[in-house]
């Protein structure tokens, strides 16, 4: 009782961050303050100041592109670079030699290489599109963020193992605030290698979506699905069905297509032959949604950002260590 008086400060500190956790924080998971409405307010507010920010930056994105990603919740842009950039682009990552980390999600594998700026030094293509004023403008819009997103390349490899399905391979939500994440698909996308799935309009905040949130909050504290008990609620795809615009999207692209999407839309990674695996640049963004100003986009900013990741790598190391185990992102060997 005595620890849980000292923790109260942070955990209503918490309640204006983006922390998502039903089962972590007892007042984000409080059954009785949920059927009060604080998660919906939660989620209602983090909408609102979103929007608002987005409306600061999208000067220089076009309004078409601006409205697709407002009313849908993603952006697609096939032959996103010139063909000969591309081409070089795909044989710069696949020989990068930056640290490479794996983390296991049932049986797919992740293996992520981060696109620190010291790594990026040794990959002028990469960095060159990074840099790229107008792909920063639409980051910068629909991340709602000043802040450029973290960005990696990354692999993605199915059914490596006998493990239980991937978690990610189900319908589900990201969190309860707009968050972005995007891909550069650097080979093709199709059913054998796992297209993203998103149900179109699934972004918005309708009545539906807020009376299933509102459910949802009431039982995901002692809910049965760690992930959702986490506070990325798992979906049915009936319930998905009422939530969105259209039936779930599979994105069956070719390579060199960008795709932006807000995972507070419903969406899966989706089902892939076992063996398989794509290659992409993958970034996301995902800032306090309670502050109304988006931030600055000072370039030390977007640096220390992945010092502060890759310090929290090493940190999970030696405890990971300290146990004897690895840590859920650990280092390998191989390359990506
Ligand atoms: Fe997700």
């Not at 054998?192 to 009376?211: C, E, H, K, T």
């Not at 109304?292 to 977007?302: K, M, R, Y």
């Not at 310090?311 to 030696?318: E, I, L, T, V």
Request: positive net charge; proline residues 6%; aromatic residues 8%.
């Amino acid at each position: 009782m005595f620890k849980q008086v000292l923790r109260l400060p942070l955990w209503l500190g918490e309640l204006v961050t983006g922390s998502k956790s039903f089962e972590a924080n007892p007042l984000i998971g409080s059954r009785r303050l949920n059927r009060c409405g604080l998660h919906v307010a939660r989620v209602t507010l983090a909408h609102g100041i979103m929007r608002l920010r987005m409306a600061m930056l999208g000067w220089g994105v076009a309004r078409e592109d601006r409205r697709q990603f407002i009313r849908q919740g993603f952006l697609m842009k096939t032959n996103f670079l010139p063909e000969e950039d591309y081409q070089a682009l795909v044989q710069e990552v696949s020989e990068a030699k930056g640290e490479v980390r794996q983390c296991c999600q049932g049986d797919a594998q992740m293996r992520r290489m981060l696109l620190s700026p010291h790594t990026l030094a040794g990959m002028p293509r990469t960095r060159a599109l990074l840099r790229d004023p107008a792909f920063r403008r639409l980051m910068r819009y629909c991340a709602g963020h000043l802040r450029m997103p973290i960005c990696h390349a990354e692999r993605v490899m199915n059914g490596v193992s006998d493990a239980p399905e991937d978690p990610q391979k189900r319908l589900h939500v990201d969190t309860f605030q707009p968050t972005m994440k995007f891909w550069l698909y650097l080979e093709e996308v199709s059913e054998v290698n796992g297209p993203f799935v998103y149900v179109p309009g699934s972004n918005r905040l309708s009545r539906q979506r807020l009376a299933w949130e509102y459910a949802m909050s009431q039982q995901a504290r002692q809910h049965a699905d760690r992930y959702t008990a986490r506070g990325s609620f798992r979906v049915e795809p009936e319930q998905a069905a009422a939530m969105g615009e259209a039936p779930p999207r599979q994105f069956k692209v070719p390579g060199n297509t960008l795709l932006i999407a807000n995972t507070f839309g419903v969406h899966a990674r989706g089902k892939a032959e076992p063996g398989s695996s794509r290659l992409a640049l993958w970034g996301m963004s995902r800032t306090n949604p309670f502050i109304p100003l988006p931030g600055l986009g000072f370039e030390s900013l977007n640096r220390l950002q992945y010092r502060v990741l890759e310090h929290q790598r090493r940190q999970d190391d030696k405890r990971a260590a300290a146990r004897g185990v690895k840590a859920s992102w650990h280092r390998i060997e191989a390359g990506l």
